[in-house]
Structure formats: C-alpha cells, structure tokens
C-alpha cells in the first residue's frame, strides 16, 4: 500500500515559482506513475500531469504545457512538480496520486488511488 504526503504549497505571486513535493511511503512506490490534480473552489479536481514509474515520459494538461514539469526521484521516494509563470487561476488545492504500473498515464481521476491530503497553492495577482 503506498501513502502520499504533498508539500511545498504556498502564497506566490502571479508570474512567480513553485516547486511541490509527493513523499510516498510503501514498497511498491516505484512500480506506479504519479500524477497530479488541482481543485479549485467550487470546480471540479482536475488533471495537471502525470509521469510514468521510470520517470521517462511525462504528460500535462494544456493549461500547464510548458510551464509545469513533474519529475521523479526513486531512490528517494518522492515526485515533485515545479511550476513556473504561475496564473491567478493557478491556485488550487494540489494533489498527488497513484496511477498504473506499466506505460499507460491515464488523465482521468478514477484511474487514479491512494490520494494525498493535498497542498494549498494560493497565486496572488
């Protein structure tokens, strides 16, 4: 069983960075892509991206394409996603989950478990 904890979020100003954190706990974080969500208040969670177990490919949503970049650190147990250009309508609550084994990465929330508690993400304008 795998257990997400997020980290990282905060106040950043419009046009500012921010890097998260996704520490996982459990013996088979490695076999799994991670992705990542946001909810904003009174929207629906979203998908931001997601990378594959061997930390080779990655895919975000548009509204994220060149700004955000997951990457993956195995031996430490821990994905991170850096945001850059960071939009007012950025802000959101992140979360971390688990995806598949193998190469699929999925973009739909259903296909996704062991959620995190999420991390706030505020952008002031």
């Known amino acids: 069983q795998v257990q997400l904890v997020e980290s990282g979020g905060g106040l950043v100003q419009a046009g500012g960075s921010l890097r998260l954190s996704c520490v996982a706990s459990g013996s088979t974080f490695r076999d799994y892509a991670i992705g990542w969500f946001r909810q904003a208040p009174g929207k629906e969670r979203e998908f931001v991206g997601v990378i594959r177990w061997n930390n080779a490919f990655t895919t975000y949503a548009d509204a994220v394409k060149g700004r955000f970049t997951i990457s993956r650190d195995n031996e430490n147990d821990t994905v991170y996603l850096q945001m850059t250009r960071l939009k007012p309508e950025a802000a959101a609550v992140y979360y971390c989950?688990?995806?598949?084994?193998?190469?699929?990465?999925?973009?739909?929330?259903?296909?996704?478990?062991?959620w995190g508690q999420g991390t706030q993400v505020t952008v002031s304008s």
């Open positions: 989950a688990r995806g598949p084994a193998g190469i699929n990465l999925p973009r739909r929330e259903y296909q996704y478990r062991n």
